[in-house]
């Protein structure tokens, strides 16, 4: 009953984020990047040839009606199904108590993937740990009180901080070396597509340094004051 409900919640969000894109073929192509899903699998699914769904996605094709949103969109959710419903469980764990909505101070998804080195010029932040991962794409942020998250969630809580997407920007307001974040993160093993640490360079420890480099997570540093902090980065991502 659970897994029918949150099936259902899950088609409703992704579908109505389709259709009110301004560019429904990116938001496709977002949502099936978000469920690992290769084209030729989906359009197996659907029964129609690999070329459509790039059509779609590239903006080739008109943009497709509800009913074969609707269609893309439960395939999505029966492949995911299929292969064990990672992404419908991770949705249905989405923050809901008082101390996620706490530390979570800002969240924002992107209708298509931002590469990170883009993120990163963006928000005037500097990519400084695995740089060879800038060309990786990200699919939204948050924005997270680093010392209520590390100090109130639990590990569970701390999965269910990150939302539906790993490949997601975490940014880390008050971060100061970031080693507790980086701890809290590998404990409760979130893996996130960018950390971004409200710090200087020389500020950072070296063993959030370390634990970024094992994990392979990508870590940028932004020098700015934690009052204009949400503010710059939502002037960006209007």
């Not at 099936?32 to 903006?59: C, H, W």
């Not at 080195?117 to 695995?130: G, S, T």
């Not at 920007?169 to 980086?182: D, E, H, K, P, Y």
């Not at 994990?215 to 002037?235: F, R």
């Amino acid at each position: 009953m659970e897994d029918d409900i949150a099936k259902e919640s899950l088609s409703k969000k992704i579908a109505g984020e389709i259709v009110l894109s301004e560019e429904p073929g990116k938001t496709i192509q977002k949502w099936r990047n978000i469920f690992k899903i290769p084209q030729r699998t989906l359009a197996n699914e659907l029964g129609m040839m690999p070329s459509v769904i790039s059509d779609y996605e590239n903006g080739r094709r008109q943009s497709p009606g509800i009913k074969i949103i609707r269609k893309i969109v439960t395939s999505m959710i029966n492949l995911d199904e299929k292969a064990g419903g990672k992404v419908i469980r991770e949705f249905s764990n989405m923050p809901s108590n008082n101390n996620v909505n706490d530390a979570l101070i800002d969240s924002k998804e992107f209708s298509k993937g931002i590469i990170i080195k883009d993120f990163c010029k963006k928000i005037k932040a500097e990519l400084v740990v695995r740089r060879d991962m800038e060309n990786d794409k990200i699919y939204g942020y948050s924005i997270i009180d680093a010392l209520k998250a590390i100090v109130e969630l639990s590990p569970s809580e701390m999965v269910r901080l990150h939302g539906l997407t790993s490949k997601k920007a975490l940014i880390f307001s008050g971060a100061n070396t970031g080693r507790s974040s980086m701890i809290a993160l590998k404990i409760g093993n979130v893996r996130p597509g960018l950390v971004v640490l409200q710090t200087k360079e020389k500020d950072i420890d070296v063993l959030a340094r370390r634990i970024a480099h094992i994990e392979g997570i990508p870590v940028a540093v932004l020098d700015i004051k934690t009052s204009e902090l949400k503010s710059a980065i939502k002037k960006v991502f209007k």
